[in-house]
């Protein structure tokens, strides 16, 4: 195999990574909230019912801001069903995920939750602009991030807690361009609601920051006219717009699968380029940043291994269980991310537990970790600092999906001490890649650390009754010598190659 190369060098970077990047998302869906990071009664739940084991595991995974209450369940989502004595909510449909929501976690208990992963942690509430509109988006705010003094602000106070949310972040919406969605709209419908929207609850805080809806996916019918659209009745009330981009291997085509960042690369481009396309036809000199903010694998067209009835309550939905493959091509996705620092300024892997997720529970049993967790947890401790623009020259390869694709995807974060962590995928599945990297000017000798997720079988996965069947391993050989990187990357692998 021809060796794949590229160099670093500190002058040439693309930006820095906004914390952010590493965000994820709790939905009320399936057991995410509930047997999720909520079981009261669980051995190892604390006094508000809060699973410890999940905590520690959120803590190691390094999640940031968490999007919340969601998708699809916000569109139908009444916010004052979920605060106030927790035994006088109401239970309500879901009509999203035709379950039964009992509102026993609500709003408070997200705010408690975050609180407890540490200050890391931040909210990131989604309004209904579904079924609901500019007044309850107002309602929610004063009651969350007003001191005191109203009556929602009181109201707050009276359920027990004295100090603001201080939420900042606030989606308008989730996936308006959705036919799925609950209240979907025409771009020009939404624009003009997330316009008012905006523009109100920046007559309470003008120093929010919102995110637009964009489109649920580069396919969709209406991608990039959306958000031009949207974009043309919110430019100058908004900072963020929004991508969601899931993939999963179909018929069989494992090459394709690998190569998904490809597309997830095009879609953040086509969204900067719709982005800066309506600032100039505005002559504004306002950049409008992106948020990622529903990105994973999910095999959304296997069918359900857990059917279950309407209405149940806390049912197993979307349970994916991630191989080592899910795991390289989830790498690959983090990668593409990174890749983009300068634009991408929040992305949120969905979702945090039980619901397409890196961590996993059973009631009232243990929560371990899935193999995608360990991607997210060596990005989120590694891929901090100044992206580094990484350029590569490497062998190729034929996907039915996009054409040929390169066999390596890296990228490079170089941290404020200097010491620099690669990221890289080999997306072969069956030769090692040679790989050199020339160091120029890093100041870099010494390799800390190659570690690589790969497995002899690509199928391999941790289930509940083999938990630990798939970490990252250490990698021998990797060499530093007279300012060149020299390491072999396994077949289908995610890699992460610390120096200093
Ligand atoms: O994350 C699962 C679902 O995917 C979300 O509810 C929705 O926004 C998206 O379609």
Redesign the pocket.
């Known amino acids: 195999m021809r060796t794949a190369r590229f160099a670093l060098d500190p002058a040439f970077t693309i930006g820095e990574v906004n914390p952010r990047l590493f965000g994820s ?1 709790v ?1 009320h ?1 399936g057991r995410c909230v509930y047997t999720g990071i909520f079981e009261p009664g669980h051995p190892a739940a604390d006094s508000e019912g809060l699973r410890t084991d999940v905590l520690e595991l959120v803590r190691e995974l390094g999640v940031t801001a968490v999007r919340y209450p ?4 916000v569109s139908g989502y009444n916010w004052e069903d979920s605060v106030g004595p927790a035994e006088e909510r109401p239970r309500r449909l879901d009509l ?1 995920w035709r379950s039964t929501e009992s509102n026993r976690f609500g709003l408070g208990e997200y705010i408690g939750f975050l609180k407890k992963i540490g200050p890391q942690a931040e909210p990131m509430m989604a309004v209904n602009l579904g079924t609901r509109g500019v007044a309850e988006a107002l309602a929610l705010q004063e009651y969350a991030n007003h001191p005191s003094g109203t009556a929602r602000s009181d109201l707050r106070i009276a359920h027990g807690d004295k100090d603001p949310f201080g939420i900042r972040l606030w989606c308008l919406g ?2 308006m361009d ?1 036919p ?1 969605q609950t209240g979907h709209k025409t771009a020009e419908e939404y624009g003009r609601l997330a316009a008012e929207t905006a523009r109100a609850m920046r007559q309470i805080d003008p120093d929010l920051e919102l995110v637009a809806c964009g489109s ?1 996916g580069q396919g969709m019918p209406t991608f990039a006219e959306w958000e031009a659209t949207v974009l043309a009745e919110t430019y100058d009330l908004v900072d963020h717009i929004s991508l ?1 981009a ?1 993939y999963e291997e179909t018929d069989g085509d494992r090459d394709s699968f690998l190569a998904s960042a490809v597309d997830t690369e095009s879609f953040i481009e086509n969204v900067v380029a719709t982005c800066d396309h309506v600032g100039a036809r505005l002559k504004s000199t306002k950049r409008i940043n992106l948020s990622f903010d ?1 990105w ?1 694998v ?1 095999y959304q067209s296997r069918p359900d291994p857990h059917p279950v009835e309407d209405w149940q309550e806390a049912p197993r939905l ?1 349970e994916d269980v991630y191989s080592v493959t899910d795991a390289v091509v989830f790498g690959s996705l983090l990668i593409a991310l990174l890749r983009h620092a300068d634009r991408v300024t929040v992305a949120c892997l ?2 945090l537990v039980n ?2 997720a890196p961590i996993m529970t059973e009631p009232g049993g243990p929560a371990w970790r899935q193999t995608t967790f360990h991607p997210f947890a060596q990005a989120s401790a590694y891929g901090r600092g100044q992206v580094l623009d990484v350029r590569v020259d490497s062998p190729r390869y034929p996907t039915r999906k996009y054409g040929e694709a390169d066999l390596l995807h890296a990228t490079a974060v170089r941290a404020e001490d200097g010491s620099v962590s690669v990221f890289a995928v080999n997306r072969s599945q069956t030769e090692p890649l040679p790989l050199e990297v020339a160091l120029n000017r890093m100041g870099l000798t010494t390799v800390v650390e190659h570690s690589a997720l790969a497995d002899a079988d690509p199928d391999a996965a941790n289930t509940l009754h083999d938990q630990e069947r798939v970490t990252p391993h250490p990698v021998e050989g990797t060499t530093l010598r007279g300012g060149t990187l020299s390491a072999v990357l396994e077949p289908l692998s995610w890699n992460v190659i610390r120096l200093a």
């Open positions: 998302f939905e869906l969601g998708g699809n369940f999203a989730n996936e959705g799925w649920s969601h899931y529903e994973n999910w979307l969905a979702q619901v397409i």
